[in-house]
């Protein structure tokens, strides 16, 4: 009988120590983000927060920013197409951080063919021109969500070639088994969703298309509610990544009484709204463009290109590098230059209209283009019971499928801009795509354009 409560004994406290070895040791410490006694706490183990500072320290520079003076790189070097506006050692002073951050191994080879440095012969060479045209319109466009701290390539690099936090599509289920039916990515475990059995592609409808990232439906079935079970693993999976990847939990963003409202959330919500978006128009605007530049053995499985997501930048981290302001060391990383599309005319803004101009193939709205919108939500705030009919346009030239959804997107983005300003959904309506038939070419603005007209 002792041998028995004694094996008994042992095998309880095995599988207690097992049950204990998913916990975390005290001790632990709360940071309160919400009102007092609503549970609105994010709780930090100091043990994991050690290990990431070392992570988050940013290089100092290695030398200090000169008067832009002299002779500017674009006219001593051939073919320099970005930051040729900078002087001479300004330029090389950028080309020396620029391999520290991202291939120190490899030096400057990664990119240049070291007998003719001209010429654009390394795909590395074409995406790190890119890419610093990506990083300079993030930092000016998108101050809602990097504030004025800023990014630079050492942000997602840290040191190499390819940023370790990345992603591609997932591969399709095989359907030679399709009697077990559609899986929707579930129970392959990937570290995009932690490891849990949560579907293991939530980027691909959020961070690179717009699906609407909500559980709870807006209307009654069947009217436009998309809001399954389904949807609400997706949304969940997307959920947990944000959580891993800035080392916090739901409620950093959200308010516990009541997940889905703006009301009460602290403002970290409104942050990952325009990140959400923001990380959305990187992978459109800059990385799918690059495609066909990229070699085969840089592609996934399904012959997409890596592409960002919250973990590129945050890292574990509640903000990139804990919010060092390494940007400022760089000021041509602040600015816009040579932009790789067509310039803009100013947004029309008035008290009961607006109409915001889009660039070529592109959904974004224009850093600005959305002070055009500034009017229209001052009178809509002043008029409660007024509703804003917004009517997305395209040319008449290519192909009319691609532009009526361009052009709904476009309306789109202008409508969650109105909306994330504090203006009901229900009060914002979406009129039908409208072509201009007056532009053939498609190159004029007038024809890649959104009104908003408040009734």
Known sequence: MWRTLRTTSVAALAGALLLLAGCERPPMEPVQKGFRGTGMEVVYNPRTVATLVPLNQPPAPSSPVLPNEGPKAGQVYKNVKVLGDLGVANFNRHMVAITAWVSPKEGCNYCHNPANFAEDAKYTKVVARRMLQMTQTINTEWKPHVAATGVTCWTCHRGNPVPEKIWFKAEGQDMRSNFIGNLNGQ?????????????????????????????????????????????????????????????????????????????????????????????????????????????????????????????????????????????????????TGARPV????????????????????????????????????????????????????????????????????????????????????????????????????????VARRVEATVK
């Not at 439906?217 to 609400?232: D, E, H, K, V």
């Not at 950093?252 to 325009?274: K, V």
């Not at 459109?284 to 070699?295: C, I, K, Q, S």
């Not at 008449?396 to 202008?414: F, I, P, Y």
């Open 187 to 335: 129970n392959h475990p990937s570290r995009m969703v932690v490891g849990t059995s949560l579907p293991n592609d939530p980027f691909s409808a959020y961070l690179l298309g717009a699906q609407p990232i909500r559980v709870n439906g807006a209307t009654a079935l069947p009217t436009g509610n998309r809001a399954s079970i389904q949807q609400a693993e997706h949304t969940f999976g997307l959920m947990t990544h944000f959580s891993n990847a800035l080392g916090v939990n739901c409620t950093y963003c959200h308010n516990t009484r009541s997940i889905g409202t703006w009301e009460g959330s602290p403002p970290q919500m409104a942050t990952a709204w325009h990140g959400i978006r923001m990380v959305r128009a990187v992978n459109n605007d800059y990385l799918a463009g690059l495609t066909d530049v990229f070699p085969a053995q840089r592609k996934g499985v399904t012959g997409d290109v890596a592409k960002v997501n919250c973990a590129t930048c945050h890292q574990g981290a509640y903000k990139p590098v804990f919010g060092a302001q390494m940007a400022k060391d760089y000021p041509e990383l602040l600015t």
């Open 342 to 445: 067509d310039g803009l005319p100013p947004p029309v803004a008035e008290a009961q209209r607006s109409v915001l101009f889009f660039n070529v193939g592109s959904a974004t709205l224009d850093a600005e283009q959305a002070k055009g919108l500034a009017s229209i939500v001052v009178t809509m705030k002043a008029q409660p019971k007024s509703r804003v009919t917004i009517s997305g346009y395209h040319s008449a030239a290519g192909d009319l499928a691609s532009n009526q959804e361009l052009a709904k997107n476009r309306a789109v983005t202008v409508r969650d801009s109105i909306v994330a300003a504090g203006i009901d959904t229900g009060r914002v309506v979406l009129d039908k795509p409208l072509q201009t038939e007056a532009n053939i070419a498609g190159e004029d603005p």
